[in-house]
């Protein structure tokens, strides 16, 4: 009588090929975290800097070119997301889309409330790429210049630009 059945070198054999190419695939999905991470926060920043400029529109638009009104959206209006009294024409409307708001930053760290994950940090000494503050969340914001970057820098990246230099 025969038996039916995988030898035991036929099942190490078996372990040891799903070992090398598990060993080889893990790492590159490991990458596509990174890579989805930082395509998320380019996608946040664009959404946001696209509002911007629309917000720098209507207020070119909207606003008396006499009064010594701010050309960008102050840190309060936008933090509130709305305009406020230093745009008297546009004052109550709504910067971003009122039901979402500003979006949380992906590379926020994990301790960081979620107030904290979607916080517009005033930044107005600060230029693209720096950080303010011990926590590493939110987003920073120049007015002056309407200038808006991540204010994270912790995906390990070992080049130069991280995800606060889009």
């Not at 590159?28 to 629309?54: C, E, P, W, Y």
């Not at 940090?121 to 720096?130: Q, R």
Request: aromatic share 8%; net charge positive; with cysteine.
């Amino acid at each position: 009588m025969r038996r039916r059945g995988f030898t035991l070198i036929e099942l190490v054999m078996v372990i040891l090929l799903l070992s090398v190419l598990a060993a080889v695939a893990i790492p590159n999905f490991i990458d596509f975290r990174t890579d989805a991470k930082n395509a998320a926060t380019q996608g946040a920043i664009g959404a946001v800097r696209s509002a911007l400029s629309i917000a720098v529109a209507a207020v070119s638009l909207k606003e008396d070119p006499t009064l010594p009104s701010p050309k960008y959206p102050t840190i309060l209006e936008l933090q509130g997301n709305t305009f406020t009294s230093s745009h008297p024409n546009l004052s109550g409307v709504s910067i971003m889309d009122p039901s979402s708001g500003l979006p949380k930053n992906p590379w926020s760290v994990s301790t960081a409330s979620t107030a904290w994950q979607n916080s517009v940090f005033h930044c107005s000494s600060a230029t693209k790429g720096d950080l303010t503050g011990t926590v590493r969340a939110g987003w920073c914001y120049r007015e002056t210049a309407g200038s808006f970057w991540a204010n994270t820098n912790v995906n390990g990246s070992t080049g130069t630009k991280t995800e606060n230099y889009y």
